[in-house]
């Protein structure tokens, strides 16, 4: 039979992105958070307070962070997968036991966290701060993320945010302002200065702080 023109292949494509009734994407994703639920049980094990840190880049921050604070089990996850091996060599060659890097996107990270997979610190340095008014749905503060945070986090936890970006503070902190399990905290200084690969070409720093509310 010869091959059907071209037209009709084309017309057939939404229905072939089907996958049982869901769309491609979400079938992908939700392999993608079943995928990394199973690297989670052995790369957290039996861990119930952990100290995040979301887009950890080359993991200079996180890697000194762990060295400094040992009695606590710290996980770097970031996007990108060279970024993720440099955070790794990091890890090994400084043989931190209580650091962990992995490539994952954040949301589907904190989807594939178990109840007992806690988060107490939440770290996050410098995220793409989409400076164009119609980029800025990719921000990856929003409600949404919030609640993702705070459906993870214990009960005190902290969240701590650093930008360069004037206009991404200022959304950070209004987003945060008007969510109702976050309270922000004024005046604590950072916790730990370790210069990371972007506050290098950056230079400022604009940060907040906020709590898990009960
Ligand atoms: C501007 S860089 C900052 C990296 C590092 N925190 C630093 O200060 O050097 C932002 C990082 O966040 C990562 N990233 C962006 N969106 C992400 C997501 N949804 N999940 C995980 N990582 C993400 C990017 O791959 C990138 O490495």
Known sequence: MPPPPFRSLTKAMPEQTKVMGKDWAE???EGSVDRLRLTLQTALANQT?????????????LAAYGAAHPTE???????VTHRVERSQRKQALAKLTNVVFLKAEATEFLDALRP???????????????PKKRHQKNRFINAANLDRLADH??????????????AYHDWTREHLAAHPRWQLVEGTPWPFERTTFFEDMMKAKRD???????
Do not use: N
């Open 27 to 29: 079938a992908r994703r």
């Open 49 to 61: 307070a952990i100290t995040f840190e979301l887009g950890c880049g080359h993991g200079h921050w």
């Open 73 to 79: 089990f710290c996980v770097g996850i970031d996007l």
């Open 116 to 130: 007992t997979q806690q988060l107490a610190k939440i770290f996050i340095l410098y995220p793409d701060p989409w």
């Open 153 to 166: 986090a214990v009960a005190g936890a902290t969240l701590h945010f650093r930008t360069d970006s004037e």
């Open 208 to 214: 907040l702080l906020a709590v898990r509310l009960p």
